[in-house]
């Protein structure tokens, strides 16, 4: 439990034994006092715990450039808005890959920061000026993949790490090596994978577009679109 929740929590007990004096005019000052401590500190807990912005699409687009698998380029448009806390910088978590990852960039420039931490990494990029509560704001991420895909199946996986209200996902595969049949999964809480609706394949070959849609995807629960090909 953190600080702030404690101090929530303090302030509720304290003030609310003491709201029905509020009625009292000869008693009301302290109590008064009280219950406006206690509200601005449910004010700030909200402030404190409240994101600095909502996701309205991600879209994340693994294309696979060659039959062997061994070239790819993953790339994540996302677009949000601003709530009220406003917006200074935006970090894209957790990138992690089978194979080796090279070229990341951000809006098509290296990422003004970068971190690398157990095996994923995380970039970021601070834009010119504060956004502001109600802007909405677009990015892309994008990098290579070398070696990520020379097996007989793949898989493409979105983690949910921050509300959104649709993910897209799409897997582009080369003419002459479509996938032949695919799926999609989700898993949330430690829980065992759940099965989604079948992923649309499509393309001049059935099967060089795979394809999946969710509306309001769970907030840290991981999407997995897997093919065989």
């Given at each position: ?31 008064a ?15 404190l ?47 992690a ?17 970068t ?22 704001f ?9 070696d ?12 949910v ?19 032949k ?14 099965k ?15 394809e ?18």
């Open positions: 439990m953190k600080w702030i929740d404690v101090l929530v929590i303090i302030g509720t007990v304290v003030a609310a034994p003491v709201a029905p004096l509020l009625f009292d005019s000869h008693q009301a000052v302290i109590p006092t009280v219950i406006t401590i206690g509200i601005a500190m449910l004010v700030l807990r909200w402030w715990h409240h994101p600095e912005f909502n996701l309205l699409l991600v879209e994340k687009v693994l294309t696979v450039s060659n039959a062997t698998g061994r070239k790819a380029t993953l790339i994540r448009n996302l677009h949000g808005k601003v709530t009220l806390k406003g917006l200074t910088e935006f970090w894209c978590r957790n990138i890959a089978d194979g080796t990852i090279v070229n990341i960039m951000i809006n098509d420039e290296p990422p003004q920061k971190i690398h931490e157990t095996g994923d990494i995380h970039v970021g990029k601070r834009f010119p000026r504060r956004l502001r509560g109600g802007e909405k677009s990015l892309q991420l994008s990098y290579e993949l070398v990520s895909f020379i097996n007989r199946t793949g898989a493409l996986i979105h983690v790490e921050s509300k959104t209200e649709k993910l897209r996902m799409i897997v582009m595969l080369p003419r002459e090596r479509p996938a049949s695919a799926r999609a999964s989700l898993r949330s809480d430690g829980q065992s994978p759940k989604l609706p079948d992923p649309l394949l499509s393309g001049l070959n059935a099967g060089e577009r795979v999946i849609e969710i509306e309001n995807p769970k907030s840290g629960a991981e999407y997995c679109l897997e093919w065989s090909w």
